[in-house]
């Protein structure tokens, strides 16, 4: 697993998400409907965009609760996006319905975090990885188990010792193979893993990762992949797009996004991992607070809650993505004077300057009086 | 469930009485020693529906006053148990040998009452499932209060006082101590923990896996706060985990953990600059680093197969099937614990280890290996 394949910047997408938005109605409580009030909505997924190309890998990074899993969920259409589009190979499958849809989910598929309550114990690891093909009334049996046996090759699990065995018979690392077999029988173009890795240990999180990486260049395959583990992007990822309350705050190449971050955001996650030089532990400027609620979502920018650099420009104005000299698409006032010039009269935010309005308990904690 | 939700309300005005006791708490709480852990010879057996088997073999270690100890190592070799024991957390059944000695006094045999002296006030304990060490019908600051009275007499008033306190050291609302368990997100539970795992100023933290399964800010977040409270209160702590970058940041000392015995223990530095031992080596390979500018991408390496079923543990040594560099030797003979300076590895061959480290960080190396576990 070294350097991924270039892609070409004009390739054709695979999967295309446009301004995407996911919103849940919250319920409503008793009170509300008495008062008449609408139920609250969650902003889970609040105005993505994304393209994913052939043989590329995203990685998709960002606090616990900011909507990377809502993304992934939306973009196999589990979740039903409530605003923008999603194009498969230019076609528009948004609101995708009966046979459309169910084509659609052959080509998109999604793995998840948990391979030890995700595969069903009572099934054998050939009947787990078949069930796909019988719901899409794919194929006789044996043209069935051909395909079973195939897809456990690309996975490396070896079929003749294995097709019969139960799911507990195995371990983590190879559980979350045959999930990925089983997502990989159909012959999916686009994957979304989403943490496939964080409950494996290291020594075999680097078999699954190295399975995608090659399997995202030998199928041409275009993958989504969600993870807290930023390290881990940095091997399989092309690019990386960070996501904070329900929107890209910042995307690019992975180089750059995870060694130059621009982003306020991005800055501050970065430097919330440890680097691995013994006895160096790194004075960190402290990302005070949560992730707001997706349900009252600031105005503004996103992140002028916990931002060091807020400024009111920051907190009345709402920053787009802009493109930076450095290739990368970063949303922030700093790094982007349009919002600056359309409101004078609004203090914008300057590279580095703490500001006052920051000052109250974002920065830097001392423990003296411990 | 309480149906009607607790009071909201912030900080209760604490008399001048209260104030006074609180000093006077506080005061006698920051005199305690950091604590020393000798363990030695540590052996821990569970007994299953399929037999006994030893999750801890002859493990020894020491943790001197005022440092850390890191503890890593795969999932399901023994890391957990340790903890466990050494808390008196063991379910019935389990067998422990071998010594561990706080500050002198082996606090492996401890009766219950000798236990509940010991618990919270000179060893502490932070999960790695925070829900699991909360109580979910009393409030969480009931539950801080309570564990403080237990040990110290001081007031109702004093002791939510000093739990609030607490609260502020790990950056949770004081409000917020009259709330339940499940009313907490999951980074907030952690940090609830670990504000009753200070609260007492214990001489000696346990922490396993604080941070697993939380979100980078979140762990980042919980690891500066230990790490900032104990270098300044100068407490011991063991440190369980497999982010050996936090290790690297956060331990003087790290004892690597194989199939229930030590493979190899020493100080950080020296373990993760110049492993001895080839299972260290693979762990360092396999652990995934950020990707430094300029530089072409690093391969990640995995160990291939998998840790040994302990019920039939393999003849010689348990990591033979995944190395490298077994021998017939290492098959078929138990390796001996191997001194090299304040490093000791448990291998046949650490002499050759300098050698080993330079084919270990190539992919090939491993990649070999492959079918033959
Ligand atoms: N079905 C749902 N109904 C209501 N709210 C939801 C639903 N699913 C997600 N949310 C909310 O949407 C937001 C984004 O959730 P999501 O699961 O996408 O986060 P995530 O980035 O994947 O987080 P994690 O890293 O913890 O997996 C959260 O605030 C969550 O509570
Ligand atoms: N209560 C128990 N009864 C029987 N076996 C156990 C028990 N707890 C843990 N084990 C076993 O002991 C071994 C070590 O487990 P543990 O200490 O939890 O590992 P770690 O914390 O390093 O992941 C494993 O094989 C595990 O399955
Ligand atoms: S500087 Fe302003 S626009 Fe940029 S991230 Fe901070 S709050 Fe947002
Ligand atoms: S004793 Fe042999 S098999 Fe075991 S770690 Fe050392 S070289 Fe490898
Ligand atoms: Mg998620
Ligand atoms: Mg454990």
Redesign the interface.
């Known amino acids: ?3 991924r394949p270039t892609i070409a910047p004009d390739a054709p997408a695979v999967i295309e998400a446009r301004d995407l938005k996911t919103h849940f109605q919250g319920h409503t409580g008793l009170i509300n409907a008495m008062l008449g009030l609408k139920p609250p909505t969650a902003r889970a997924l609040d105005g993505v965009d994304l393209r994913i190309r052939e043989r590329e890998i995203v990685g998709l990074v ?3 609760g900011c909507g990377k899993s809502t993304l992934g969920m939306s973009l196999v259409r589990m979740y039903q996006p409530t605003g923008g589009q999603i194009l498969y190979r230019g076609d528009e499958i948004t609101k995708a319905v009966g046979r459309q849809l169910k084509d659609y989910r052959r080509q998109a598929q999604i793995i998840f975090q948990d391979p030890y309550s995700s595969l069903n114990p009572r099934l054998t690891i050939g009947q787990v990885i078949e069930e796909p093909l019988i719901i899409h009334g794919i194929g006789n049996a044996a043209e069935r188990r051909e395909k079973v046996i195939k897809a456990m090759e690309l996975v490396r699990i070896p079929a003749a010792d294995n097709i019969d065995r139960y799911p507990s018979d195995l ?1 983590g ?1 190879q559980r979350q193979r045959i999930a990925i077999a089983r997502a990989l029988v159909l012959e999916p173009k686009f994957i979304v893993a989403d943490e496939p890795v ?1 409950m494996l ?7 699954v ?2 399975l995608l990486d090659e399997l995202s260049r030998d199928l041409g395959l275009a993958v989504l992949y969600i993870s ?5 992007v ?2 399989i990822c092309n690019h990386v797009a960070v996501m904070y309350l329900g929107r890209i705050v910042e995307e690019g190449k ?2 750059d996004v ?3 971050p621009l982003h306020p955001y991005t800055q ?14 790194t004075e ?1 400027v ?3 607070g ?1 992730v707001p609620s997706p349900l009252a979502v600031p105005p503004g920018c996103r992140f002028s809650s916990r931002c060091p650099y807020t400024t009111p420009l920051c907190e009345a104005v709402e920053p787009d993505l802009s493109d930076q000299p450095s290739g990368q698409r970063v949303r922030c006032h700093i790094h982007d004077d349009r919002a600056a010039r359309a409101h004078p009269e609004l203090t914008p935010p300057r590279p580095g300057l703490v500001t006052e309005t920051a000052d109250a308990g974002i920065l830097v ?1 001392t ?4 | 469930m309480a149906a009607s939700t607790p009071p909201r309300a912030g900080t209760r005005p604490a008399s001048a009485a209260t104030l006074a006791q609180l000093a006077e708490l506080n005061q006698r709480l920051a005199w305690k020693p950091a604590a020393r852990l000798q363990v030695e010879g540590l052996s821990i057996g569970y007994s299953t529906l399929r037999g006994r088997f030893h999750a801890v073999e002859d493990i020894s270690f020491e943790v001197p006053a005022g440092t850390n100890l890191g503890l890593v190592g ?2 399901g070799c023994g890391k957990s148990t340790v903890i466990k024991a050494l808390m008196g957390l063991q379910p019935a059944n389990t067998s422990v040998s071998g010594r561990a000695l706080l500050d002198g006094q082996d606090i492996l045999g401890l009766d219950d009452r000798g236990l509940r002296d010991i618990r919270w006030n000179s060893i502490s304990l932070i999960t790695q499932s925070a829900m699991n060490s909360l109580d979910p019908v009393y409030t969480i600051g009931d539950q801080i209060a309570e564990a403080i009275r237990a040990h110290e007499r001081v007031s109702r008033a004093t002791a939510w006082a000093r739990a609030e ?1 607490m609260f ?2 790990v ?1 949770l609302p004081a409000g917020r101590l009259y709330e339940f368990p499940h009313m907490f ?3 907030m539970r952690q940090r609830a923990v670990i504000a009753m795992a200070l609260a007492l100023n214990a001489g000696m933290l346990l922490a396993d896996e604080p941070t697993t ?9 919980i ?3 230990i ?3 104990h270098a ?2 100068r407490r011991s702590m063991i440190l369980v985990t ?5 290790v ?3 331990c003087e000392n790290t004892v690597v953990m194989y199939a229930g015995k030590m493979a190899e223990s020493g100080p ?2 020296d373990v ?2 110049r492993p001895l031992h080839p299972y260290t080596m ?2 360092q ?9 300029g530089a ?2 690093q ?6 197969g ?1 840790v040994p079923n302990l019920l039939l543990p393999p003849p010689g040594c348990r990591f033979a099937s995944r190395c490298p560099f077994a021998t017939d030797l290492c098959r078929t003979t138990a390796p001996p614990v191997v001194r090299h300076g304040a490093q000791v590895a448990t291998c046949h061959h650490t002499d050759r280890s300098e050698e080993f480290r330079a084919a270990a960080a190539r992919p090939e190396t491993w990649r070999n290996m492959r079918g033959a576990a």
Do not use: C, K
């Open positions: 697993m070294t350097d960002g606090e616990s371990s690392g964080s240990d290291v020594s075999i999180q680097a078999s990762l190295e807290h583990d930023i390290a881990t940095g091997y992975a180089e995870l060694t130059r501050r996650l970065m430097a919330a991992i440890p680097r691995m030089d013994p006895g160096e532990a960190r402290e990302l005070r949560d904690e423990l003296d009086h411990a | 795969e999932s306190e502020a050291l950056g997100s999951g980074g399964a939380l979100d980078p800010i979140m762990q980042s977040q690891m500066t706060r790490r900032g409270i300044h209160m497999h982010d050996i970058a936090v690297a940041e956060t950080t530095a993760l600059e693979g762990l390979n396999a652990f995934p680093r950020l990707p430094v500018p072409p991408r391969p990640l390496i995995s160990i291939p998998v």
